[in-house]
C-alpha cells in the first residue's frame, strides 16, 4: 500500500504531465500546418499561406502553390506562376 508522501508525489506528477500535455498541444499547434494540396505536415516556415484563401497554406517547394491556384482560383493562377 503507497504513503500519504507516495500519493501526493503522484498526484503532484499527474498534475504537472496534464498541465504540460495541455499547454503542448498548442505550441505544436502553433508551430506546424499542412499543406492542403499534398497533406504533408510541415512546419509553418516551410509553407506559403495563400492570398485569397482564409486558412489555405501549401508548400514553398514544389508544385503545391501551382496546383492549388489552377484548382482554386484559375482566373489569377497565371499571375502567381
Not at 37 to 46: I, N, S
Not at 62 to 79: D, N
Request: charged share 30%; with cysteine; net charge negative.
Amino acid at each position: 500500500m503507497l504513503g500519504k508522501d507516495d500519493l501526493t508525489r503522484i498526484r503532484e506528477e499527474r498534475e504537472v504531465l496534464e498541465n504540460w500535455r495541455a499547454h503542448s498541444r498548442h505550441v505544436v499547434a502553433d508551430l506546424l500546418e499542412a499543406c492542403t494540396v499534398c497533406g504533408c505536415v510541415r512546419d509553418k516556415d516551410r509553407l506559403t499561406r495563400c492570398r485569397w484563401c482564409e486558412d489555405v497554406y501549401y508548400c514553398n517547394e514544389g508544385v503545391c502553390a501551382q496546383q492549388h491556384h489552377a484548382a482554386i482560383h484559375p482566373s489569377v493562377a497565371f499571375w502567381t506562376w
